[in-house]
């Protein structure tokens, strides 16, 4: 026997809520509810990032990394490794940029030791790796065992700063895998494969 009249009416109600609950279910990640992951993996809060790495010490297999502050521009960014001091016109791209740029006398205490790029040619969103009141690579190594939260298997190309003249890119974290040495504006058979880096 059908329903009819209003009981039909709260009888469709009723399976139409049942069904939505059982969707929402069914969608949301277990013991919480569903969260929309930021596009393409990015650190929610922007598109260029920043993470501080403290050099290797004895007995140490890998550095003190912190967690990315990520910002709407990339000179926003710079502005925040150097306490402010860094100021780049609108006109500086990540290709323009220069070690003179970055550390000018002024803000000797700050080094950038190299910038990951998401897209080949220095493009895309930026991950800029710096220290504070060292000598930079001049007096210490670094050595990322895996890449900070949304970079892992990101990275297309990378620039090196300051005193590093080394910047190898491993394909696996804790440095295994394939090895790519960088300064590069693109990272061939490595493209989209980096998962730890060292400074030395």
């Known amino acids: 026997m059908k329903p ?10 009723a399976k139409s809520l049942a069904a939505v609950t059982l969707f ?18 990015q650190a929610a809060g922007g598109r260029h990032c920043i993470v501080q790495i403290s050099p290797l010490l004895p007995g140490q297999a890998a550095s003190t990394v912190s967690a990315p502050r990520c910002f709407p521009t990339f000179a926003e960014a710079i502005a925040a490794v150097s306490g402010g001091t860094v ?3 609108s006109a500086v791209t990540p290709r323009t940029l220069t070690q003179r740029m970055l550390r000018p006398e002024r803000a000797a205490a700050t080094v950038v030791l190299s ?9 895309g969103t930026s991950l800029t790796w710096y220290d504070s009141g060292t000598a930079g690579c001049a007096a ?9 939260s949304g970079w892992n298997d990101q990275v297309s190309s ?3 700063y300051d005193s590093c003249t080394h910047n190898p ?24 494969k980096t998962s730890s880096e060292k400074w030395s």
Request: glycine letters at 14%.
């Open 4 to 13: 009819s009249g209003s009981h039909a009416s709260r009888h469709v109600l």
């Open 24 to 41: 929402s279910l069914a969608m949301a990640p277990a013991g919480g509810t569903a969260v929309s992951a930021p596009d393409g993996g």
């Open 87 to 89: 100021r780049l016109s």
């Open 115 to 123: 910038i990951d790029y998401r897209d080949s040619g220095f493009g």
């Open 140 to 148: 210490n190594t670094y050595s990322a065992s895996s890449m900070p």
């Open 158 to 160: 990378s620039q090196r």
């Open 169 to 192: 890119h491993y394909e696996h974290v804790n440095f295994g895998g394939a090895i790519y040495p960088c300064t590069c504006s693109s990272m061939g058979v490595m493209n989209d």
